[in-house]
């Protein structure tokens, strides 16, 4: 599925950045293609248009804010939230032409990220309670790009079939292949994945898991969210609660930003956010060597029987199911790559699911 080409996807809300990235000034983000600027306004709240202004097509992300306007660097033309320009510096008798615009999108901040969609959201954010707990506090994780597509992380995130070999060198037990339990139940916002499996500590810190045991019993409940989010739950069994909210937002067909932060019942006193941070960063850069070697462009369809699949890729094969099932709620076919690029496979392994 190549994301830009399928336009059902601009309808949901992708995280996009900590908005704490806009006090530096303007911002360019790349979503599904679509180049776009990020400003914050004089209230705090974010702001995303077009980059690129309707004058000389510079792009208004080199440009800077005053007030809760963004002003093109070029010849100053100033915009407001809305996409019209208010004001012509070098005219200001001139009536501002009525196309003299550029395309707004719905933004937001929540959760100390900036939010934007292309189009008409079809449905809110992702609901995260815990974020006005008081007994949780927040970490922010990582913010940072791969060359991957969003479904292969997403699948990625639910698939336990790799941790014995991604993830031998921290939390992953090669001698354990599968979990020994794994349960999944499809939501109307996507899925939750149910999974008892025994997995490595961090050997030096045992403040991030707070046992000293060298492995511990794993419970996680996960939630897929459709279309590329993920929360991940886990429970540990003094009480300490540890929850992983990743999201993979598609920046184009070959390259996500991935951006993951958490939410703990414990302090800094506790587990100091650099040690947590240090120690997942370890898990993802596994994730990352792999994954980055495989083909960006995940199919939905199986019937193009491109990959093989197995029992244990039930997580991925419900994601691409419910995708294609979005796709075609929205009178859309897969679009992917010509088909002169595409090996397909001939015999495809009866895969009991
Ligand atoms: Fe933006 Fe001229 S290109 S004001
Ligand atoms: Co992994």
């Excluded at 809760?68 to 200001?92: E, F, L, N, T």
């Excluded at 937002?249 to 932060?261: H, K």
Aim: hydrophobic fraction near 35%; aromatic fraction near 10%; include cysteine.
């Amino acid at each position: 599925m190549l994301v830009t080409q399928q336009k059902v996807l601009r309808r949901f809300w992708y995280a996009i950045m900590p908005i704490s990235k806009l006090d530096a000034g303007p911002q360019p983000f790349t979503l599904l293609g679509e180049k776009i600027v990020l400003w914050k306004k004089s209230d705090g709240t974010p702001a995303a248009l077009r980059d690129r202004c309707c004058h000389r097509t510079a792009k208004l992300s080199k440009g800077f804010v005053e007030g809760d306007h963004i002003v093109c660097g070029y010849h100053g033309w100033q915009y407001d939230c809305s996409g019209s320009c208010v004001k012509i510096p070098q005219a200001p008798a001139m009536a501002i032409p009525a196309g003299a615009k550029v395309p707004a999108f719905p933004c937001q901040e929540k959760y100390g990220y900036v939010w934007v969609a292309l189009e008409d959201p079809l449905k809110p954010i992702m609901d995260i309670p815990e974020h006005a707990e008081g007994s949780y506090r927040c970490i922010q994780q990582f913010d940072v790009s791969w060359k991957t597509g969003a479904l292969r992380l997403m699948e990625n995130s639910f698939d336990a079939a790799h941790f014995a070999f991604v993830h031998k060198g921290t939390f992953g037990q090669f001698s354990q292949q599968k979990p020994e339990f794994f349960g999944i139940t499809e939501t109307d916002y996507g899925f939750e994945a149910e999974t008892k499996l025994t997995i490595n500590n961090p050997p030096a810190s045992h403040r991030i898991t707070g046992t000293t045991e060298p492995t511990t019993r794993r419970h996680f409940r996960n939630q897929w969210h459709l279309p590329f989010n993920r929360r991940l739950g886990l429970n540990y069994p003094n009480g300490l609660e540890h929850l992983i909210i990743t999201c993979a937002t598609p920046i184009d067909d070959e390259n996500i930003q991935i951006l993951q932060w958490l939410y703990r019942n414990d302090t800094e006193a506790d587990c100091p956010a650099a040690e947590l941070n240090e120690w997942d960063l370890r898990v993802i850069a596994e994730d990352k060597e792999i994954l980055e070697t495989v083909d960006a462009d995940a199919p939905v369809d199986l019937g193009r029987r491109v990959e093989q699949n197995m029992a244990a890729d039930q997580p991925g094969l419900i994601m691409r199911k419910r995708l294609l099932a979005l796709l075609e709620q929205h009178g859309e076919q897969e679009v992917h790559r010509a088909a002169k690029t595409i090996i397909p496979i001939r015999e495809v392994t009866t895969c009991p699911l």
